[in-house]
């Protein structure tokens, strides 16, 4: 396989999950993160990031395929990889009984960080992530922003060489989006570290990463930095919305000057061209001489929302579908309800 | 491994002394059982003082015995919530961070363990301080007849502390295995009654017919009720047919079989899942 597979790097080669012998959640999935890259895995829920990711840090055996991380095998070596390794999960996972310093002081002994370090690494991380007023506070009395930038303190408390954020800015506001991002960005700056993240927040991935895949049911259906991404859809996007849904002017749209192509959806026609601004008033024009009456016109520049349709054929909708793992789990109890009738 | 170890245990004693409701709930049952039970079943009044040495096996009173068997028991109530905590630090989150760590199964099974029976035996001597009190104000107490070697306090804490190391892996065994706390509860319900009902905690031993009195001496708890009773009263130990130690030695037994199954059960739950 192609790619670096040394210290800082992140390589996953054919790497599968089924559950339940069915639901194939993550299916022949294979990517090179280099070190000192940041790398988005971007997908709807129920897509397969979670379980990719749980499988790279050591959390969830693998089906088939083969991972290494920071240059250490995951499937053979997973206690060297959970040493080597930062995360931040989706879910609060710091003790809300702890206050923050403990939270930081219990990291810092489980990862062994030298003990003449521990007391001012912990002091540095709570005054970085402005959490230093409320340090000897319990935790679950933070608000959302301060708990999670909490767990970011907690993940990278012993330097990673490769941080792992789970859908990290998931439940905050847009400031307390950026605030975190600010660290992070911070954090891989000064120490270097490779970050893989997953999100489903588009504008994130766009303006964070310096690479992302697209994953959707398992599968990468696409990669590279954002720009190639963008770049990929050839142009500005037109939506053409017409009265009447029942009558096909794809044809009609196709005869226009400058149009790249186009695709009938949901009743609405999304048309690629190289200049939008400029075709809106043909495209306009050439229906009003077909009498095809509309009801919207928009034009959207390339984004990764329309790469994201573009390459899964679907809107992208933060609370779209269920998880792979709730999907495992109703499989199983229809299959043991199915069992007890038998 | 050992400063693993550490750490986690702080963090479980910070949360323990955080919450004193946990420690008093854990107190309630049997200062209930002392005032309650132990004050209304007055088996003096029905026997004469010779049938009821032999009844409560050298105990001076029924209540005597009673309250030694409760010291014992507390090792069952206060460790019956440590699988509890493991069930909710897995809804909380907090155990898939720790597991997340190098921190291996033993450093997290360990340390709950380690802070799981530090309470049971200060609670235990608890007890034994509340039961002589109730003798002090007029009602039903504990007489202590044996004159107490440092020995024999030390087979005492012993005995609780094997007790509740033997009952502590058993609810963390469970914990780690179960996932919802009603289930949870449910098993442990399904232990603890039955524990102390076949045991001799309770029963004036005397009254017991012969099968039951074979089944009672195989009960962990009888074993280390026999050790508080052989050294809290005095000419008791020519009422059992072993020394303390033997029975520390069952415990012991009891304990490590325990342990090895919990351990199994524990690093089975915190493998990455398959």
């Given at each position: 396989m192609a790619g670096s597979s040394g210290k800082g790097s992140v390589v996953a080669d054919e790497l599968t999950k089924v559950y339940n012998g069915k639901?194939?959640?993550?299916?022949?999935v294979s990517f090179t993160v280099s070190p000192g890259e940041v790398y988005g895995f971007l997908g709807?829920?129920?897509?397969g990031k979670t379980t990719t990711v749980a499988m790279l840090t050591a959390g969830l055996g693998a089906t088939s395929g083969h991972a290494t991380v920071d240059g250490v095998d995951v499937l053979r070596h997973p206690e060297e990889v959970k040493r080597r390794i930062g995360i931040v999960f989706?879910?609060?996972?710091?003790?809300?009984?702890?206050t923050g310093r403990e939270n930081l002081e219990l990291a810092a002994a489980l990862y062994g960080v030298p003990r003449t370090e521990v007391a001012s690494r912990v002091r540095g991380l709570l005054e970085r992530m402005q959490v230093a007023d409320a340090a000897?506070?319990?935790?679950?009395?933070?608000s959302g922003g301060m708990r999670r930038r909490l767990e970011l303190a907690v993940g990278t408390v012993h330097s990673p060489g490769v941080l792992f954020l789970d859908e990290?800015?998931?439940?905050?506001d847009p400031q307390g989006r950026a605030g975190f991002w600010k660290y992070v960005q911070e954090l891989r700056r000064e120490h270097g570290m490779t970050v893989f993240v997953t999100t489903h927040y588009l504008e994130e991935a766009d303006g964070m990463c310096d690479r992302i895949a697209i994953i959707d049911h398992g599968h990468i259906v696409a990669s590279g930095t954002p720009t190639e991404l963008k770049d990929r859809l050839g142009g500005d996007i037109v939506t053409i919305r017409p009265?009447?849904?029942?009558?096909?002017v794809a044809p009609l749209l196709r005869?226009?000057?400058?149009?790249?192509s186009v695709a009938a959806q949901d009743g609405n026609y999304r048309v690629k061209c190289t200049n939008g601004e400029a075709l809106v008033p043909a495209l306009v024009d050439a229906c009003a001489r077909s009498q095809v009456g509309l009801a919207g016109v928009s034009l959207k520049r390339p984004s990764l929302d329309e790469v994201f349709l573009e390459f899964t054929g679907r809107e992208f909708r933060e609370d779209e579908g269920v998880s792979a793992t709730d999907r495992a789990v109703m499989l199983g109890r229809v299959q043991n309800q199915l069992g007890g009738r038998r | 491994m050992i400063r693993e170890l550490g750490a986690l245990t702080r963090r479980e004693l910070l949360r323990l002394a955080r919450n004193p409701q946990a420690i008093m709930t854990s107190l309630l049952l049997p200062i209930l059982y002392l005032l309650l039970f132990g004050q209304a079943f007055d088996l003096g009044a029905a026997v004469s003082p010779q049938a009821l040495l032999f009844l409560v096996r050298g105990a001076p009173t029924y209540f005597s015995y009673f309250a030694a068997g409760m010291a014992g028991f507390v090792a069952v109530t206060a460790t019956l919530f440590i699988g509890a905590n493991v069930i909710f630090d897995r809804l909380f989150g907090v155990l898939k961070r720790t597991s997340s760590t190098p921190a291996g199964a033993s450093a997290i099974f360990g340390s709950r363990l380690l802070a799981g029976i530090i309470q049971p035996v200060g609670l235990a001597f608890l007890v034994l301080g509340l039961a002589v009190a109730l003798g002090k104000l007029g009602l039903a107490g504990l007489v202590v007849t044996a004159s107490l070697s440092v020995v024999g306090v030390g087979e005492i804490i012993l005995a609780v502390l094997i007790l509740s190391v033997m009952f502590a892996s058993l609810f963390l065994a469970i914990g780690f295995t179960i996932e919802q706390p009603q289930t949870y509860f449910a098993a442990v319900n399904a232990i603890n009654l039955p524990v102390l009902l076949t045991s001799a905690a309770l029963f004036p031993w005397g009254l017991m017919p012969a099968w039951f009195r074979n089944v009672a001496s195989f009960n962990p708890i009888t074993m280390a009720v026999n050790v508080i009773r052989e050294n809290l009263f005095?000419?008791?130990?020519?009422?059992?047919?072993?020394?303390a130690s033997v029975y520390l030695l069952g415990l012991t037994a009891w304990a490590a079989a325990i342990i090895v199954i919990a351990i199994l059960l524990a690093r089975r739950a915190l493998a990455p899942k398959a």
């Open positions: 639901v194939r959640a993550v299916d022949g709807p829920n129920g897509a989706q879910e609060m996972t710091s003790d809300g009984d702890l000897d506070r319990l935790a679950k009395t933070y990290p800015t998931l439940g905050l009265i009447q849904s029942d009558h096909d005869t226009v000057p400058g149009v790249l | 005095s000419g008791a130990t020519a009422y059992y047919p072993y020394d």
